[in-house]
């Protein structure tokens, strides 16, 4: 008989990696309780018309990724009702805003929430069908200050120390404004007109989005077309002052807490709702995510509950890709295990120790990862330590110590060098 698998696109998560998974949840709540945020638990599925109005009819979620279904009512009298399983939780986030009427409070909400989400995307590393993310939402009436640029720099700077507490190596920060909705709209008409006379040189994807929504036009991986995309207006020249002044506190906000950033001009991201600030974390190539490096993204949603018939509530929240986050921790852990020292010292008999330790400190104060073997150590025991532990071997006998030309064996070519000793930093870093 034929065996069932997992539906493609979907995984176990099976231990021991689970531990790491519970270890990430358990770091992000610490972190996210120092900030004042709560949790929030919103239903997987909801009705088809909150992410129709909240993502935007006209992205990639909403236009062809979501699972959507009829569900049909039980008694002939109930109607049908079209759900759709949330590809994200934002629109939740807002609907139970509005839904328990937490404005009223008149303060402003942190909430977060940690769970899967579903997108029917082409499978590949790091990215599933059903994944989860971890995401934090700000949002309250204006009066709460939910439109300050302090809280855009409180939430990004919050970012960095949950990464740098679970020892995420290397991360970038990648920010934008993408103005008001007025703004946004200007923009995307300039856009339009830039690219009528060009359009029909790009992929079919993107003569499509050039008509249909052309700020989806920038974010094209596509080769073939980043010479054209270079060349489009930029949105920062469309921003009206209001949103440039708050561009600006942000970056001030995050200048002071010593957070870095990168500008990118044309991060505009894929998802309707965003006004103002938006941003991505990437990590390196080589951690573990292939060409899917975003580990999370968000930005700043000052319309979306008013879109989905609520008060006016100014937010900003993101999600991280847990997947991925799991992904580059695993690689990251990996390549340190793999990463060897730069070089192995052996001394040639018991004489030759403090030489040898004294050459040690010198490599070491010039920044290379050094250790030192022992002189009672025979050849084949000090070849053998030195081929587990380091890329090269310097072998320190007496000849070596008096001439000052040492016999140094790279491991990665299997050959033997003499290297003077004022050349060594060099050689052993090369
Ligand atoms: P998003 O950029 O669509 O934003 O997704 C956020 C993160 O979820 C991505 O950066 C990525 O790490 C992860 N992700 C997305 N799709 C997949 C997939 N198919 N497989 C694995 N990981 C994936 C949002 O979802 C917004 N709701 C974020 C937000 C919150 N903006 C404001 N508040």
């Known amino acids: 008989m034929a065996t069932i698998k997992a539906v493609r696109g979907t995984r176990d998560l099976l231990p021991p990696e689970t531990a790491l998974w519970n270890h990430v949840e358990a770091t992000a709540r610490s972190v996210f309780a120092r900030y004042g945020f709560g949790e929030i638990r919103t239903p997987l599925f909801e009705a088809t018309e909150l992410f129709a109005r909240g993502v935007g009819e006209e992205t990639d979620i909403v236009s062809k990724e979501m699972y959507t279904w009829e569900d049909r009512g039980r008694a002939e009298s109930d109607r049908g009702q079209s759900l ?55 949002l309250g009436p204006p009066w709460s200050g939910s439109d300050s640029a302090l809280r855009d720099a409180e939430v990004l700077e919050m970012l960095a120390t949950l990464l740098d507490e679970l020892g995420i190596k290397g991360w970038r920060l990648a920010l934008n404004s993408v103005g008001s909705a007025d703004d946004r709209k200007r923009y995307s008409e300039a856009l339009r007109q830039a690219l009528a006379p060009v359009k029909h040189l790009m992929c079919e994807d993107n003569q499509r989005r050039a008509e249909t929504n052309p700020l989806r036009v920038l974010d094209s991986k596509d080769p073939n077309d980043q010479e054209i995309i270079n060349g489009l207006p930029k949105i920062a020249d469309f921003l009206d002052e209001a949103s440039r002044e708050h561009f600006e506190q942000v970056k001030a906000a995050l200048d002071a807490c010593g957070v870095p950033y990168t500008v990118e001009p044309r991060l505009v991201r894929g998802l309707d709702y965003y006004t103002r600030t938006t941003f991505e974390f990437t990590v390196p190539d080589g951690s573990g995510l292939g060409t899917q490096n975003a580990l999370l993204g968000g930005g700043r949603y000052d319309g979306l509950s008013e879109m989905l018939g609520g008060p006016r509530a100014p937010g900003i929240g993101f999600a991280i890709g847990e997947d991925r986050l799991i992904l580059t921790l695993q690689a990251q852990a990996a390549e340190q295990e793999q990463k060897k020292l730069d070089a192995f010292i052996a001394p040639m008999g018991v004489g030759q120790n403090p030489g040898a330790l004294r050459l040690a400190r010198e490599l070491r104060r010039a920044g290379l990862t050094v250790e030192v073997g022992d002189g009672n150590f025979r050849l084949k025991k000090s070849f053998e330590a030195a081929d587990k532990l380091a890329r090269k071997m310097v072998i320190f006998g007496e000849d070596e110590a008096a001439t000052g030309i040492l016999t140094v064996k790279d491991f990665s070519v299997g050959e033997q060098a003499k290297v003077p000793r004022t050349e060594l930093v060099s050689f052993l870093k090369s």
């Open 84 to 138: 759709t399983l949330r590809p994200e939780n934002t629109a939740g986030v807002v609907r139970a805003y509005i839904e328990h009427k937490l404005s009223d409070s008149g303060m402003l909400e942190k909430l977060f929430y940690i769970g899967p989400q579903f997108r029917r995307e082409r499978p590949q590393r790091g990215r599933y069908r059903q994944f989860w993310q971890i995401g934090a939402e700000v």
